[in-house]
């Protein structure tokens, strides 16, 4: 039972980094600004795990694009969540040992985007 509950969590932990960092890139490659663009990442990674019934402030996120969103340029986005691995049925999750999850995707911005 352990490490079926073990194997569940950290399936759901890689589909949620995983839909993290893709949604993440997408949206920001489709922002204005950098403000835009950061804020637009950071709700998209909250929703995914979220969505996948997880805590979102667990998540560790890093990003970074070119200046100004220039044509042509990417997106890099990296999300990281630890998996607790010391949980026991009727007693729940403790803290203890864990395993990192880590997602990364690389996304282009639009190369004939306007810059206006």
């Given at each position: 039972m352990w490490g079926l509950s073990v194997l569940a969590d950290l399936h759901r932990g890689a589909l949620a980094t995983t839909a993290a960092v893709r949604e993440a890139g997408f949206d920001a490659a489709r922002s204005v600004d950098l403000t835009t663009a950061d804020r637009a990442v950071e709700d998209a990674v909250a929703r995914a795990f979220v969505d996948h019934g997880l805590d979102p402030t667990q998540a560790e996120l890093e990003w970074a694009a070119p200046s100004g969103l220039t044509r042509g340029g990417v997106i890099e986005v990296r999300v990281s969540y630890r998996v607790l691995v010391a949980q026991a049925p009727l007693i729940g999750r403790l803290s203890g040992p864990s395993i990192a999850v880590n997602a990364e995707h690389v996304?282009?911005?639009?190369?004939?985007?306007?810059?206006?």
């Open positions: 996304a282009p911005i639009d190369p004939f985007r306007s810059d206006e």
